[in-house]
């Protein structure tokens, strides 16, 4: 298979398994081929205002995982984890969700570095069954 080919196939893969579903006029959701570690699909939502858009996950990604057994409590070895991951994606804890601030010119950079960053986030519960374990 040819470079052209391989990006190609790729762009057709990632069209076919990305949706965006308009759930109100300046709401979108996007559900995503990649997996959180219970292997459901990850969705993210797009809110849009005149001049800038926040991507977040409504809360999930948090829930799930004190679901599971992490805390997220001040100045705990979680939290630092955490703040590590945002901070290096640029994201942020708003309430309950993990957000990122963008314009619309930059959404499709910052929709792959805002997964990145849930994928991340999401490994914290890889971790915590590693120490356990050890």
């Not at 109100?24 to 292997?39: A, E, G, H, K, V």
């Not at 991340?120 to 519960?125: C, E």
Request: some cysteine.
């Amino acid at each position: 298979m040819k470079a052209n080919e391989m990006k190609h196939s790729c762009l057709k893969w990632l069209e076919n398994n990305e949706k965006y579903t308009s759930l109100s006029s300046n709401l979108i959701q996007i559900d995503t081929p990649f997996l959180d570690p219970s292997r459901d699909y990850i969705t993210i939502y797009v809110e849009s205002s005149e001049h800038d858009m926040t991507l977040t996950d409504d809360g999930w990604t948090l829930d799930y995982l004190e679901t599971h057994g992490l805390t997220f409590k001040k100045g705990s070895k979680e939290t630092k984890m955490l703040e590590l991951i945002l901070k290096k994606f640029n994201l942020i804890k708003e309430d309950d969700s993990i957000q990122l601030k963008t314009q619309a010119a930059n959404f499709p950079v910052d929709k792959q570095r805002y997964l990145q960053g849930l994928l991340q986030v999401n490994d914290l519960l890889l971790l915590k069954e590693c120490v356990k374990k050890a």
